[in-house]
Nanobody, 123 residues
Framework: QVQLVESGGGLVQAGGSLRLSCAASGRTFGTYAMGWFRQAPGKERESVAIINGNGGAQYYTDSVKGRFTISRDNAKNTVYLQMNSLKPEDTAVYYC????????????????WGQGTQVTVSP
């Protein structure tokens, strides 16, 4: 099981930007799909963006397309989420996930999770 540690969350005004980072343990980072999920109070966890092992394929949920960008640096075992034009409805705890693409897309029992980082967007 891979260990994941997120960082970069915080408080930002609407229209601002944040970059989340997720550092992963292990020597096989480049073989994992990596994803970002979020969970707002009272809501279910939802997938935000997913990237495959070599970075050649990405998935974005519709609400973040054109505003968020997922990327990865396999030499640093790190995945990033650049969030621009943030909106109050982006407020949530953001979680990093790792696993096979099919597992991460379904957030199934074979997905590894970080501890989460809070993102708060004020109006």
């Amino acid at each position: 099981q891979v260990q994941l540690v997120e960082s970069g969350g915080g408080l930002v005004q609407a229209g601002g930007s944040l970059r989340l980072s997720c550092a992963a343990s292990g020597r096989t980072f480049g073989t994992y799909a990596m994803g970002w999920f979020r969970q707002a109070p009272g809501k279910e966890r939802e997938s935000v963006a997913i990237i495959n092992g070599n970075g050649g394929a990405q998935y974005y949920t519709d609400s973040v397309k054109g505003r968020f960008t997922i990327s990865r640096d396999n030499a640093k075992n790190t995945v990033y989420l650049q969030m621009n034009s943030l909106k109050p409805e982006d407020t949530a705890v953001y979680y990093c996930a790792a696993g096979r693409w099919s597992s991460v897309r379904k957030a199934d029992e074979n997905t590894s999770w970080g501890q989460g980082t809070q993102v708060t967007v004020s109006p």
